[in-house]
């Protein structure tokens, strides 16, 4: 006789709002202990984008959620390798050092914790078996640019013999070419960012040997992924799990049902949801934060489900042309109070930091606005703020009030 599962848990949209607001670091105390490597790590992936306004992305989310660490010491904690055993000795030029992270195809471009390596092996083995990187390369590059790096040690790609020389793929040189491919089979690893180049280091140098290994199978990449998915989500549909390190296949559904998430009903939600059931074991409380998000913030990358948790629709219009803006090229929603009250499109004129627009969601917004602008602005070494377009003209002046008064 077959037993029936048990019937699904019920949360509220209210709960499961403050449920993803715990799971992301923002509602209780900073965790500063753990800083930004904690910050990684309880997230899983933190996206990378070259647009830089305010900061790059990478470092506005670890501010989100500890406020004004310093900007060099978000790098560090990212890239800066702490020490390890010494024997036995390292080949020449290895890494003296073990890693705390890698750079590696996640949501998309993320800087992803070190001991999650063996669990895209997955996605090393896809790469390999895709047709499309084994073309356009001539005889003996490959081979040579893994040979440099064994000699040499890390390297960017313009040290391998320049980055950009015309070539068919985004105007990339044979060697970068060549480094990107060894990059995706995992070969070679991004251990770091050099006046924002990547540096390229051999995995075999590069990954700590307990961890270098692609002996997990897809079922078993993607099971931990979900599962740290859904950690990351608190709670989640298929859709969000799947969008969250951007996993794929036949056997998804099984995989979600073997990861340990608790299956769940989010009152307003039209499809089935998970849980992590550690989400479920106590009521989320404490303090929230106010703060602004950048647009590639992990509590937000997913449009559909900003809008179903928060009722926000959030789109990022840097790709968009600019007459068809609608709040401008980098706009940053404002959380506040376990809600998003609204945007802004910051931009920086020395040491003016710049609302060059403002959305606000009626005046309660304006106190948190004025506020997130005043931290931000000193977190970047801003001295002023200054107030342009407010989308409700009627709001403007009590927003440059509240900024000018701090």
């Known amino acids: 006789m077959t037993t029936a599962p048990p019937p699904a848990i019920e949360l509220s949209a209210d709960e499961a709002r403050r ?26 992936a933190v996206q990378l984008d070259t647009i830089s306004v305010l900061a790059r992305s990478h470092e506005l989310v670890p501010y989100a959620r500890l ?30 050092h073990r890693p705390h992270a890698f750079e590696y195809w996640s949501h998309a471009a993320c800087v992803l914790p070190v001991e999650e390596w063996p669990h895209f092996a997955f996605r090393r083995r896809s790469y390999r078996a895709s047709p499309h990187w084994y073309h356009d390369l001539p005889d003996g590059v490959y081979e040579t640019v893994i040979k440099q790096l064994r000699t040499e040690g890390p390297l960017t790609a313009t040290e391998l013999g320049g980055a950009k020389n015309g070539g068919p793929w985004w105007d990339w040189s044979a060697a970068k070419v060549a480094v990107e491919r060894a990059l995706m089979f995992g070969e070679v690893v991004c251990t770091g960012r ?20 692609d002996s997990l199978d897809d079922a078993e990449c993607q099971r931990r ?10 709670v989640g549909t298929r859709a969000d799990l799947a969008d969250y390190h951007r996993l794929k296949g036949e056997h998804f559904d099984a995989v979600v049902a073997d990861s340990g998430l608790v299956p769940v009903k989010v009152e307003g939600w039209a499809k089935p949801a998970w849980a992590d059931p550690q989400a479920l074991e106590s009521v989320p409380r404490g303090h929230h934060r106010t703060t602004l998000l950048s647009p590639f913030d992990s509590l937000i990358w997913e449009r559909a489900r900003t809008e179903r948790i928060f009722g926000f629709t959030h789109r990022l219009e840097a790709y968009v042309p600019k007459p068809k803006r609608v709040y401008g090229y980098f706009a940053m929603p404002l959380l506040s109070g376990g809600r998003l009250l609204g945007r802004v499109d910051p931009a920086r004129e020395g ?46 002046d009590a927003l440059a009030a509240a900024v000018a008064t701090g």
Not at 30 to 39: H, Q
Not at 226 to 233: D, F, I, M, P, Q
Not at 353 to 362: C, M, P
């Open 225 to 234: 992924l979900v599962r740290l998915a859904g950690r990351s989500l608190g």
């Open 351 to 396: 040491k003016t930091l710049v609302a060059k627009q403002v959305s606000l969601e009626g005046p309660k917004a304006v106190g948190p606005m004025a506020q997130a602008l005043l931290e931000a602005a000193e977190w970047v070494g801003c001295t002023d703020v200054r107030v342009e377009r407010v989308d409700a003209p009627e709001l403007r």
């Open 19 to 44: 449920i993803a607001l715990r799971a992301q670091g923002f509602i209780g105390a900073p965790d500063r202990r753990a800083g930004v490597r904690g910050v990684l790590r309880h997230l899983g």
């Open 194 to 213: 050099r006046s924002w180049k990547r540096v390229y280091d051999l995995a075999e140098r590069a990954i700590p040997g307990d961890l270098l290994h």
């Open 67 to 96: 406020g004004a660490v310093g900007r060099k010491a978000v790098e560090d904690a990212y890239w800066t390798h702490a020490p390890t055993d010494p024997t036995p000795a390292p080949a020449a030029g290895a890494a003296a």
